[in-house]
């Protein structure tokens, strides 16, 4: 990793920390199967920015940590169908690796990130033990901690959004869950395992 990439990776870790309240979280839930799926997720605004300039400044392993400030988690009551592939039961990091081109995929780890008071000394007493995800070492740090890497299919946004959205939508099996921001957005299906 460069260091320009670890100087920029700190000072957007700072400047998430002073603009905690700026943008709120956000929330998705879904049943399927008769089981909760819930997604709790920051929204980052793209404030006149592309998102293509954005996602020219990934790391080289091109995973994006899926919203802004602490870290996006998935939580499944039950065992589920992500994208074709058995996900337990549990909590999970989200993450997403931005391939070249159209191609997404949404990435489930169990590392459910790192305290703010330990990558940010100032963090007051009220953020320090929120978890942050992982900015510029994902593949060092807890790549080996994936529990599924799901290819996303790729659209239109059904309208451009300055803020990052995740939702879900009754499918025919259960629930699709969507990722857009701009005028892109990337889905997969939520079903129960089999």
């Not at 592309?50 to 939580?75: F, H, M, Y």
């Not at 931005?98 to 963090?123: C, H, T």
Request: glycine share 8%; net charge positive; charged share 20%.
């Amino acid at each position: 990793m460069s260091k320009r990439f670890a100087c920029l990776a700190t000072v957007l870790a700072f400047a998430a920390v002073s603009a905690f309240a700026a943008n709120p979280r956000g929330a998705a839930t879904a049943s399927v199967g008769g089981k909760k799926v819930a997604v709790d997720y920051g929204r980052p605004a793209l404030n006149g920015r592309s998102l293509d300039a954005l996602l020219k400044d990934l790391p080289a392993d091109r995973i994006w940590r899926a919203g802004e400030n602490q870290v996006t988690t998935i939580s499944l009551e039950g065992d589920s169908m992500i994208g074709g592939k058995k996900v337990p039961a549990g909590k999970y990091s989200v993450y997403v690796h931005a391939g070249e081109g159209k191609a997404w995929d949404l990435v489930l780890n169990r590392d459910l990130g790192v305290p703010l008071g330990k990558i940010y000394a100032k963090a007051s007493d009220a953020m320090k033990n929120e978890p942050w995800p992982h900015y510029t070492a994902y593949t060092a740090e807890i790549g080996s901690q994936e529990v599924a890497r799901i290819p996303m299919t790729p659209a239109k946004a059904a309208a451009p959004a300055d803020m990052f959205t995740i939702s879900f939508a009754p499918s025919a099996a259960g629930q699709t869950m969507t990722l857009a921001w701009a005028d892109k957005a990337w889905s997969t299906e939520v079903t129960p395992a089999k």
